[in-house]
């Protein structure tokens, strides 16, 4: 299992399209992702799910990644978060 | 696949009988209502072999079997769980009971004689053919194959009440074979046939009474064949009466004590009062008929051949065999042409509907109806077609009314009685060109009226709820989305945003709106809000999630000129208020208002239909389609296009 924590620097959070971009950018992956903001965890590759999660900008959010290719899927996605978010 | 086990299996995972309420099915569901949702195992029905999904909604447990299977699989669940058939009249019968009384009377009685109608349909065009011919050629009424055929021909007329009697069980939610019994109580050989009583008071006969309720009085002993009005009312009872038992009864000795005090109730009662209370009535109408028609002039005949029709209704029509039987022993019979003219106006009404229509279904039923009243036989045209519609009903009268006027004035006289429309001409022979003006007068009148005020729409409204059946119960047919803002619907892909364009989050369409309402798009779930209000999501029952996101940009406007009407885990009802907007506000913004309705789970399915241009809020944008075809047979007219 590979995990790594972010902060969202984008000023309108985690809205529809970024929202989009993250769950287009993990489905082809094996691992199962699941996002934690305080006491609230989804899966990441449910589109409703993380925009329900209401992340905003300067939340921190903890990212979880297990599977067979949780390497690869981990590394792409930090890179996504701090490119996009 | 063994459907008796699939049935099997989900009959016990539903909590057997005393969790079912009702069961039903469409084209690929089986549609369960049961007492308590909580007691059905979901996650072991969607492993049951032949069960492809399972979900619920309004109330309705429905498990999607497939085209083709579901039917086989009812029919089994059905043997196992020792229910009965129903339900699509209880759903109309739900639906139907916010209409006024007169509405829903008229409803009932359609709902009662439309899955008959084939029954009676072929009996009407037997019978007035064979009657026909035995007046051309009077020595075929000797063949024996003419006996064997008038057999045929009358058999639906005789146990008309049976037939009744069991569809209007369905109809008002009783057991169809108690209902059946009380029809046959109606019918029974041991009382006089009613099509009898006429001749033998003629013949001076007495008719065999019984004394009832402990002396009080007493009545006759006659059948009530050829009757519905009466039979309606007597199983409407039965109904109430039943279901009342069902539920006062201890269940342990329920299973004989309701069924026996049904019956027993319901049979006396309708002997001794519904019965006689309306052959009482019947005799009044007959006293009244003769009555009116001594008016001179025409005007007589003319309210005669308007009510004609009504009197059929009732199921008192035959009755007028004694005013021809009396009016042939002083000279001729002037009621025939009155019957005729109604009679034919009312085919010819039938007719016109048959011709205007666009449903192919109600086109198939209403002709060969209109073609069995030219020949004198009204109920299918009467029931399946005019009374429904109710308009064609009254221009049907309207026709009847100038029809016999006219013949009234001409002096028309039959020599027998027994036959009307064309070959009313058999018995007319020295009125043959003063008969045939009549019948053209009542046709032109009744067809040219029924021509221009029948309307498609409203006999759609009645079809629409014939052929979807749950409509009512389910207002969202599963994989449509409906439109959420009134405006014009485009292909998402041109959406001026490159990643709803892209389909990142999902395939659908784009609104350009009009109106800054946006409504929920099915039943569902809000599965998802924004602080910024400009977007929510919207997850149906049956795994759909849809993205309504307004505008492109906007979360940027943090919510100014949007408010929230749903919050998330609402329940949504198709058409219920979600958010507004503010366009005016989005344009000075510099924002564009085309809002994106995405399908985010469009990867689940095989692909979607989308229904571009201008559209009402709730007209269909999305069907979605899935290896069912069931689903998507409806869509014929939306224009398609593989977003």
């Known amino acids: 299992m590979k995990h790594f924590s972010y902060t969202i620097t984008d000023p309108v959070g985690i809205h529809a399209r970024p929202a989009g971009i993250i769950v287009r950018a993990v489905k082809p992956f094996a691992s199962s992702f699941t996002i934690t903001k305080g006491d609230k965890s989804v899966n990441l590759k449910k589109l409703m799910a993380l925009m329900g999660m209401g992340i905003k900008c300067g939340d921190t959010v903890d990212i979880k990644v297990e599977g067979p290719d949780e390497d690869a899927a981990a590394e792409a996605l930090e890179k996504l978060f701090k490119e996009n978010l | ?643």
């Open chain 2, 1 to 643: 696949m063994d459907n008796r086990k699939c049935a099997q299996e989900i009959y016990e995972l539903v909590g057997k009988r005393e969790n079912l309420v009702s069961a039903a099915h469409c084209a690929t569901r089986l549609r369960l209502v049961t007492n308590d949702n909580s007691k059905v195992d979901m996650k072991k029905l969607e492993e049951v072999e032949g069960v492809k999904g399972v979900f619920s909604s309004n109330g309705q447990l429905q498990i999607i079997i497939g085209t083709g299977v579901v039917n086989k699989v009812y029919d089994e669940f059905l043997s196992i769980s020792g229910m009965t058939a129903a339900t699509k009249a209880d759903v109309k019968a739900a639906a139907a009971a916010k209409q006024p009384l007169p509405f829903r009377m008229i409803k009932a009685l359609g709902d009662v004689f439309v899955p008959i109608l084939p029954a009676i349909v072929a009996a009407g065009l037997m019978m007035g053919l064979l009657e026909g011919m035995t007046k051309i050629w009077p020595d075929m009424a000797n063949s024996g194959t003419y006996q064997i055929f008038h057999l045929f021909s009358n058999a639906a007329f005789v146990f008309l009440p049976i037939l009744i009697a069991v569809s209007a069980a369905r109809v008002f939610g009783g057991n169809i074979f108690l209902g059946a019994v009380i029809g046959m109580i109606m019918v029974h050989t041991d009382l006089v046939n009613a099509w009898s009583v006429a001749g033998m008071l003629e013949n001076g006969e007495k008719i065999p009474q019984a004394v009832v309720w402990f002396g009080l009085y007493k009545i006759n002993l006659t059948g009530y064949q050829g009757h519905v009005i009466p039979v309606i009312i007597a199983v409407w009872f039965m109904c109430l009466l039943e279901k009342k038992l069902h539920e006062k009864v201890p269940e342990m000795i329920d299973l004989f004590v309701t069924p026996l005090v049904t019956v027993l109730v319901t049979g006396y009662l309708t002997l001794t009062i519904f019965g006689p209370v309306f052959s009482t009535l019947e005799e009044w109408i007959l006293i009244a008929v003769q009555w009116i028609i001594k008016i001179p002039y025409g005007l007589g005949a003319a309210v005669a051949g308007a009510i004609y029709p009504l009197t059929v209704v009732a199921g008192v029509h035959h009755m007028y065999n004694t005013v021809e039987a009396r009016m042939l022993s002083t000279g001729k019979n002037t009621w025939m042409p009155i019957a005729s003219s109604a009679n034919f106006a009312q085919g010819a009404a039938c007719f016109a509907v048959a011709l205007k229509t666009k449903n192919q279904k109600f086109k198939n039923l209403a002709l060969p109806s209109s073609l069995s009243a030219f020949l004198g036989i009204t109920e299918p045209a009467i029931f399946g077609v005019n009374l429904r519609l109710v308009k064609p009903l009254i221009c049907g009268m309207i026709g009847g009314a100038c029809g016999a006027a006219v013949g009234a004035m001409l002096g028309i006289g039959a020599t027998a009685y027994g036959v009307t429309g064309l070959f009313g001409f058999l018995t007319c022979a020295d009125f043959i060109w003063q008969y045939a003006i009549m019948l053209a007068v009542s046709f032109a009148v009744s067809f040219t009226l029924s021509w221009f005020l029948h309307h498609d729409k409203t006999e759609e409204d009645g079809e629409a709820a014939e052929e979807a059946p749950a409509a009512p119960e389910i207002t969202c047919e599963s994989g449509k989305v409906y439109a959420p803002i009134k405006g014009n619907v485009i292909p998402s892909a041109q959406i001026p945003d490159e990643t709803f364009a892209a389909g990142v989050l999902g395939e659908g369409i784009g609104i350009e709106p009009e109106e800054g309402v946006v409504y929920a798009p099915f039943d569902g779930e809000i599965s998802s809000t924004t602080d910024t209000k400009h977007a929510v999501g919207i997850s149906s029952p049956d795994g759909m999630e849809l993205l309504i996101h307004v505008g492109v940009n906007t979360v940027a406007m943090e919510g100014d000129g949007f408010e929230l009407f749903c919050a998330e885990g609402d329940k949504v009802k198709a058409g219920q208020k979600l958010i507004t907007f503010d366009i005016d506000k989005i344009k000075a913004a510099g924002y564009s208002t085309t809002t994106a309705v995405l399908v985010t789970n469009s990867d689940d399915y095989a692909g979607l239909e989308i229904k571009e241009g201008a559209c009402e809020p709730l007209d269909c944008v999305i069907t979605l389609r899935t290896d069912e075809p069931a689903e998507e047979a409806k869509t014929e007219e939306a224009k398609t296009e593989e977003a």
